[in-house]
């Protein structure tokens, strides 16, 4: 888990251009820096998405339900390569044919850690089937389940510390799709409008 502390993150600007780059740790570091990632949703053919519990080792947001997968790009690597670079490694899934639905920006501090994510967060869905077969990596996640979109939101409302910060803008994404998704190439340009939902405080 703290190996990755050590990698480097892409850092961008409000519109999502590319500014330089910081490793994993100095950019979570408070005030925080804007910097580039990614989160997947795989949704089942009743349109159920597969939440994980994130393992209680995770220097953020610990044993708090977040999307299917999250991640940091390496500075200038597709997004798509990247996300199921991370779908392998937390999961044990992939590759699977992501498409972009959105980007949702926000800032959440971790009481518990003292670590700020201050995220441009490209969101990726992946349509897979029900009985998808997953290998999770205890070290990354403590559970997995899979929920309606909609049944989840009205969950976030009621007992948000339950949930990481950014999973509500991720869902208000997949049911809000904000452009067109990218291409076959993995290459998702930047600068794409950006989630206006509400934040929600909770738990990446």
Known sequence: MTSREG?????????GHALGEATVAAAHQPPGRLHRAF??????????????QRAAAKTRFPLRWANSCCGH????????????RRLAEELGVGPVDLTEVGVHVYRAGDPATGRVEVEYDHVLRADVPADLPTRPDPAEVATLRWVDPYELEAALDVDPSTYAPWLGGVVHRLLR????????SGVIPPGRPVDDAPERSGGR
């Open 7 to 15: 990698h480097l993150v892409e850092l961008v600007d409000d519109a």
């Open 39 to 52: 989160s997947v949703l795989l949704v089942d053919p009743d349109g159920r998405i597969l939440l994980q």
């Open 73 to 84: 790009p390496l500075p200038g690597q597709p997004l798509i390569e990247a996300a199921n």
């Open 177 to 184: 799709p904000a452009h067109p998704a990218a291409g076959r």
